[in-house]
């Protein structure tokens, strides 16, 4: 068995206790001092820096918050002068506005050795070529996946995304060997690959792919179809990006870095921390990044932790696939999609159009379907049929330069969305993942 | 003479038009022409109604959206040659018909054809300059 960083990856519990409760003082006490919302929720705590004296206070720490990120956006949040970030990357927000975080040269180190650790566990080395599938450019999921396989001396091919003809000739022309991409990518590679009939051309062994949720059944097709072990690895910028948690050779769970990160799962509605084993909210603690560190970061993503010793010898706790979300955020395509965008567009698509709308999120043929269901008006319908062609379709492409992804719309009756409690039922997806 | 037409949104869902005709029959509104225009995301019926006012109210009240249109109803004769000569009078004054169906007339050896045209005021005139006869309201 390989293992990246041993003294890291293999240490025993009691000894990550005190190396995370070390390193947590560190972080509250430098970002204390360099980050004003930090100080505030402190203050408005009645606590100081010196009041943390290990991991068993982390559950007295204030909360952070997606919310703050876009409130003291785009730099408020660094914790060391902008002459020490040495590279940014962004996500989308809710409301088009994106969010940007911050790496120093340590940071990228950190991340770089995250990443290494996964591709070491699923049996790469410096004789493997990483397919960079994932984009590359303000997410973080392709740079995280290209610094990982030169870290550990891996040949790197960074692709990109999209192009599908050009990514399949490349795998077979460069011989790639491992690939990163999304899982519905891979999904759709194997497809193609399969009409092409070159699936005895490829020399792929391993598949890392995250960023959206995927099923065991999707786990079972792409390595049947792609010739591969397929892999689950988790990650969100804020905290990183991909390598926050990774599957190792043994598919049971994702190792969470720990000696970078402080996982905890909570009630999302009261805040307490739940017992061992519960399933909750999952909260992350940042204790060695630099640039953009975050306590207690409330992610949404719903799952459980398993600290049991995994079979392949890594001490570092295990969390299962989240389970779903506790906000309303949906997933479609690999494409962070809040109701509220949608809603957003209906306003301003102006004149006669309702925000009465329904989103419907299906997966046919493992990629996902995504209709927006929009109320017909009076006053639309009064347009004639040119006028109301010219408005669905004016609809569809401002949700797709928003969102990033295309949806059908689709009118329906007047108040034919299904209100509960005055409230409508916004979302409706009929995808089962297990 | 124009008579009113009622232009109904039709979802694009199974049933959709059986439920809109059942409201009306229940309610006692005889149509007296139709026709469906499909989209690939939704239909629109028109039709005429014997009581247009009636007709509209009665699918208000089931949250059914229509509108009201003006437009004309021609005779034509029922022989070859019938519509090719109304559309000439039509298209010879500049006017563009957008669409239109058929109607079950009453009048022996006549056609009835409702026409919506971009200028109606225009081809109600041309027509009848032109000798033909168009359909009263109650005459339906």
């Not at chain 1, 990774?246 to 009261?270: A, K, L, S, W």
């Amino acid at each position: 068995m390989a293992v990246w960083q041993p003294e890291y990856e293999l240490m025993p519990r009691e000894q990550i206790r005190e190396d995370q409760s070390k390193k947590l003082r560190w972080q509250v006490e430098r970002m204390y001092k360099t980050v004003e919302l930090f100080r505030k929720r402190m203050d408005e705590k009645g606590l100081k820096p010196e009041d943390i004296s290990g991991v068993d206070d982390l559950c007295k720490l204030p909360f952070s918050y997606k919310q703050d990120l876009r409130d003291y956006y785009p730099y408020g949040l660094f914790a060391v002068p902008m002459s020490e970030i040495r590279r940014v990357h962004a996500s989308s927000g809710t409301t088009g506005k994106q969010i940007v975080v911050g790496y120093t040269d340590n940071d990228l180190e950190m991340w770089a050795d995250c990443f290494a650790r996964m591709l070491i566990a699923v049996g790469a080395d410096e004789n493997d070529f990483v397919h960079v599938g994932y984009g590359l450019g303000l997410f973080t999921g392709g740079f995280g996946a290209h610094d990982g396989a030169v870290r550990i001396g891996a040949t790197a091919i960074p692709i990109s995304a999209g192009n599908t003809q050009r990514q399949i000739q490349t795998m077979i022309d460069f011989g790639s060997t491992v690939l990163c991409c999304t899982p519905s990518y891979a999904m759709y590679l194997g497809e193609v690959i399969e009409e092409m009939g070159v699936k005895d051309q490829l020399k792929l062994k391993a598949g890392i792919f995250g960023a959206e949720p995927w099923t065991e059944e999707m786990r079972a097709q792409i390595e049947e179809k792609l010739g591969l072990k397929a892999y689950d690895i988790y990650g969100l910028s804020e905290i990183m990006g991909p390598g926050v948690s990774y599957e190792c050779e043994y598919q049971c769970g994702m190792h969470v870095c720990e000696d970078n990160f402080i996982p905890e799962i909570i009630d999302p509605d009261t805040g307490e921390v739940l017992p061992e084993g519960s399933q909750g909210e999952l909260v992350f603690t940042t204790i060695t990044k630099e640039g953009f560190p975050l306590i207690r970061y409330r992610t949404r993503d719903i799952c459980s932790l398993n600290y049991e010793q995994c079979k392949c010898g890594r001490t570092h706790v295990r969390m299962n696939k989240p389970q779903g979300r506790t906000d309303d955020m949906l997933i479609i395509r690999g494409v962070n999609v809040f109701p509220s965008q949608i809603e957003e567009v209906l306003l301003n698509v102006g004149g006669n159009v309702t925000p009465n709308y329904q989103i419907i999120v299906d997966r046919e043929n493992n990629t996902d379907t995504f209709q927006v269901n929009v109320e017909m008006s009076e006053a639309l319908f009064a347009e004639g049929m040119k006028g109301i062609e010219k408005t669905t379709k004016l609809i569809s492409e401002k949700l797709r330069s928003t969102l990033g992804i295309g949806p059908k719309v689709n009118l329906v009756n007047p108040k034919s969305i299904e209100r509960s409690e005055g409230k409508a039922k916004r979302v409706i997806d009929k995808r089962k993942l297990k | 003479m124009f008579i009113k037409q009622l232009s109904v949104f039709v979802e694009n869902k199974h049933g959709r038009l059986q439920a809109i005709i059942d409201k009306l029959s229940e309610n006692g509104v005889n149509i007296r022409a139709l026709s469906i225009a499909d989209t690939t995301d939704f239909g629109i019926l028109r039709m005429i109604a014997d009581d247009n006012e009636k007709a509209k109210g009665v699918l208000a009240d089931a949250g059914v959206i229509s509108t009201s249109t003006d437009v004309i109803a021609v005779y034509i004769d029922d022989k070859t040659g019938g519509l090719a000569q109304v559309l000439k009078i039509v298209t010879d004054a500049g006017i563009s018909i957008e669409y239109m169906y058929a109607f079950l007339g009453r009048k022996e050896g006549k056609a009835l054809m409702v026409l919506k045209a971009d200028n109606e005021p225009l081809a109600e005139k041309v027509l009848s300059e032109n000798g033909i006869a168009l359909a009263n309201p109650d005459e339906l």
